[in-house]
């Protein structure tokens, strides 16, 4: 998983531009989005071929959650080619997640 923060955000949007990115909207603060850490780990390595899985730390990107349209955390969104394609608001099971990147591969 690739953290993103304030000195890269223009690597941020151009690693949303291709292929397929799972990127996780979260703050340090926010206690539902530890326990979606782990999860999204786990999925970034069993799809390590397929997809990209970024956590973006709202604190330091404000302005690429709120293009994003985030509005609560934990927000996860599916990009594929820089398009939004599938968005979940909240901790959700592992399961949720890997039915959205499923479907888009």
């Known amino acids: 998983m690739t ?8 690597a941020f949007r151009a690693t949303i531009n ?3 990115s799972l990127v996780d909207y979260a ?3 926010c206690p539902p989005c530890k ?6 780990e786990e999925l970034g390595e069993a ?9 973006v730390n709202c604190d330091d990107l404000p302005g690429a959650a709120s293009e994003a349209g985030v509005m609560s955390l ?3 969104i599916l990009y594929k080619d820089g398009v939004p394609m599938e968005k979940l608001i ?3 099971p592992k399961s949720a997640y890997q039915a959205i990147i499923d479907k888009h591969l």
């Open 47 to 55: 799809y390590v071929d397929s997809i990209r899985v970024i956590k």
């Open 3 to 10: 953290l993103m923060n304030a000195e890269n955000e223009s």
């Open 90 to 92: 909240g901790l959700r």
């Open 35 to 40: 326990p979606l850490l782990p999860i999204l």
């Open 74 to 76: 934990p927000t996860v």
């Open 18 to 20: 291709e292929g397929i």
């Open 27 to 29: 703050a340090p603060w």
